[in-house]
């Protein structure tokens, strides 16, 4: 497989996108979007990690891939889950499906999606779990810190 199959997947895409958008073909014009652009991409890092066996790229993919579908849905199904947890069952499944190539992310990707589902379909949590709240609300407040940190930590580890 080539140096650059990962760009030739992705202008692939990119170009297929555009030229649907000018077809003006009505059965797609919901698909007209930003999100559409990040499943694409999400799209070209999950066959390039296939066909050119470089796994570590599933876990980008499949997070690429999810939040496309995921902000797409929230933007044009009524009823769409527009819940946080959903990311967090992103997460879990992109860890599930790198698992299945890597043999690693086994168990947070189970935590993550365990989680997920509880909050998702926890309408209110018991009593001794009432600071998850409190918690959320500071996360959903500073989440871009979180993001910073990550990032910080992703440049300063060492292989």
Known sequence: MRKNSLAAYI???IGI???LKELR???????YSWQTLLIIIGLAFLIHSYTAKHYQNLF???????????????????????????????IGIAFLIKYTKTKEGLFPG????????????????PEWLTWIY???????????????IL???LLKRKK
């Not at 073909?25 to 698909?31: A, G, K």
């Not at 993919?61 to 947890?85: A, K, M, P």
């Not at 918690?135 to 989440?143: N, S, V």
């Open 110 to 125: 189970l935590l993550l999606i365990s989680l997920a589902l509880v909050f998702i379909f926890s309408v209110q949590l």
């Open 60 to 90: 980008v993919g499949t997070i690429l891939l999810g939040f496309g579908i995921h902000f797409h849905g929230v933007q044009n199904y009524s009823f769409w889950i527009d819940h946080w947890g959903v990311y967090l069952l992103i």
């Open 134 to 148: 409190v918690l959320i609300d500071y996360l959903e407040r500073f989440w871009p810190i979180i993001l910073i």
């Open 17 to 19: 996108y555009f030229l």
């Open 11 to 13: 202008i692939i895409g």
């Open 25 to 31: 073909l009505p059965i797609i014009t919901n698909f």
């Open 151 to 153: 990032g910080i930590y």
